[in-house]
C-alpha cells in the first residue's frame, strides 16, 4: 500500500484543520491506521488510531476531545479532524499502516508511513 498525506496548512490556535490520507495500492480495508506527529529533534509521537472495519478509535491524552480519526473505506481514505487546536499541536503529521498490529500506537508497529504535511497553529 502506498499512503499520500494532505490537509495540512497554518492555522490560528482555536482553528480547525482535516487531514486525509489516501491509499493507494492492496485493500485498504486489510489495514489498521494511525496518525503520529513529529516536530524536529523529537521523537515520532502516536496521536490517534482506528482499527480496519473502523472501529477501536484511540487517542493520545495531548489530542482526546479535540482530535476525531475517521476513515472511509469505500474512498481508501483516513481522516484526522482536528479542532480547537494549540500551538503546541505544530508539527509534522504522518498516516501510517499496519496490517499485522490491531490497536497499535509505536511507531515501530506501522510498516508503511505516508511522506507527511506540515500544522503550524500559531498564538
Known amino acids: 500500500v502506498q499512503l499520500q498525506a494532505s490537509g495540512g496548512g497554518s492555522v490560528q490556535a482555536g482553528g480547525s484543520l482535516r487531514l486525509s490520507c489516501a491509499a493507494s495500492g492492496r485493500p485498504f480495508r486489510s489495514y489498521h491506521m494511525g496518525w503520529f506527529r513529529q516536530v524536529p529533534g523529537k521523537e515520532r509521537e502516536f496521536a490517534a488510531r482506528?482499527?480496519?472495519?473502523?472501529?477501536?478509535?484511540y487517542y493520545a491524552d495531548s489530542v482526546k476531545g479535540r482530535f476525531t480519526i475517521s476513515r472511509d473505506n469505500a474512498k481508501n481514505t483516513v481522516y484526522l479532524q482536528m479542532n480547537s487546536l494549540k500551538p503546541e499541536d505544530t508539527a509534522v503529521y504522518y498516516c501510517?499502516?499496519?496490517?499485522?498490529?490491531?490497536?497499535?500506537?509505536?511507531?515501530?508497529?506501522?510498516?508503511?508511513w505516508g511522506q507527511g504535511t506540515q500544522v503550524t497553529v500559531s498564538s
Open positions: 501510517a499502516a499496519t496490517s499485522t498490529v490491531n490497536r497499535a500506537t509505536k511507531p515501530h508497529e506501522y510498516h508503511t
Open positions: 482506528i482499527s480496519r472495519d473502523g472501529g477501536g478509535a
